[in-house]
């Protein structure tokens, strides 16, 4: 008695993203910040085009990290100096606690597409 495995296809879980608008909002080396379904979420463009969706209030003070300075793979909170990594979310050099971080990337037409 011969016994065929069937191999199914993998079950592919659709990715539902948000369209934020053209990345030429957002300054090179700047942030902006965003409100996706109740939550505030800011979008960094680095002078090196990279792109990256955190958190958009620091955990310690609230402070608007849309108004950090970034640079050097970090963002830097405007309110007390904590330092965060920009791919990770995790802190720099103090334990408050790590940002939360979103999948992001540009369109082939440009614009921001955030994945939640």
Request: hydrophobic residues 40%; contains cysteine.
């Amino acid at each position: 008695m011969d016994i065929a495995l069937q191999q199914s296809a993998p079950t592919l879980i659709p990715k539902v993203f948000v369209n934020l608008g053209s990345i030429e909002r957002i300054p090179l080396g700047e942030g902006r910040e965003f409100l996706v379904d109740d939550e505030e979420v800011v979008v960094f463009r680095t002078r090196e085009e990279k792109v990256y969706a955190l958190q958009a209030k620091c955990p310690h003070r609230s402070g608007p990290l849309a108004d950090g300075l970034i640079g050097g793979g970090k963002v830097i909170c405007p309110f007390h100096a904590y330092k965060f990594e920009l791919s990770s979310g995790n802190p720099i050099g103090h334990d408050c606690a790590a940002l939360k971080t979103y999948n992001v990337q540009i369109s082939e037409h440009g614009d921001i597409l955030l994945y939640c």
